[in-house]
């Protein structure tokens, strides 16, 4: 079933630009219908609406809900430390990039 955007926020209590953004990243599933040149129609599978606030660790894998996944990288605190640890021990190249403009 598709919902629309207004809907889909108001479900996972967030702005529906957020929801637009989501579909957009692909964390929802849905479609984004161009309806005039500066108008757009937000429809959303509602079915995905329950893996909106998912995210993967990037240390193990784990799945786990934050609030504001678009941020969250890892299942815990220890994980981010041991993360940031190997990737600062294997010179990555993002790590570098975030201390340069610090
Ligand atoms: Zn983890």
């Known amino acids: 079933m598709l919902v629309s955007a ?3 926020a108001k479900i996972l ?5 957020t929801v637009k953004t989501w579909v957009k990243n692909g964390r929802l599933k849905g479609t984004i219908l161009r309806i005039m040149v500066e108008k757009t129609e937000v429809k959303v599978e509602s ?5 909106a606030f998912e995210s993967k660790c990037l240390w193990c894998g784990k799945i786990f ?12 605190r220890k994980h981010k430390d041991l993360y940031l640890y190997r990737a600062k021990k294997n010179g990555d190249p993002t790590i570098r990039r975030f201390k340069k403009t610090r």
């Open 6 to 8: 207004r809907e889909a």
């Open 65 to 76: 809900t934050s609030r504001h996944p678009g941020l969250a990288r890892y299942c815990c």
């Open 13 to 17: 209590k967030v702005d529906p630009k």
């Open 47 to 51: 079915t995905s609406l329950v893996h």
